[in-house]
């Protein structure tokens, strides 16, 4: 019913900087939170930035002032601009949406299928 579809991942060197897309489509009503999670290998999966409907965000503490997070309500599309990347970065970022998908019904995480993040020299 909702499809979500990320872009822009790839390899940077240290200290650049990617901009990652997720944009939501199929039976929305409304979207909540937006926000993008990343694993690494053999880690769990971590919240790394959200962002309300009404614009207010959060970040884990390890991307404060590097990431920053936005998103398009006309477009129901997140982003995520990532600068000054850092070697413990890398990961599979993905992205997630809590959607009601018509008036009154209860609202539900969906997930993108993942984008690959490295950061190599």
């Known amino acids: 019913q909702v499809q979500l579809v990320e872009s822009g991942g790839g390899l940077v060197q240290p200290g650049g900087s990617l901009r990652l897309s997720c944009a939501a489509s199929?039976?929305?009503?409304?979207?909540?939170?937006m926000g993008w999670y990343r694993q690494a290998p053999g880690k769990q999966r971590e919240l790394a930035a959200r962002i309300t409907n009404g614009g207010s965000t959060n970040y884990a503490d390890s991307v404060k002032g590097r990431f920053t997070i936005s998103r398009d309500n006309a477009k129901n599309t997140t982003y995520l601009q990532m600068n000054s990347l850092k070697p413990e970065d890398p990961a599979v970022y993905y992205c997630n949406s809590r959607v009601a998908v018509r008036w009154g019904s209860p609202v539900y995480d969906y997930w993108g299928q993942g984008t690959q993040v490295t950061v190599s020299s």
């Open positions: 199929g039976s929305i009503f409304r979207i909540n939170t």
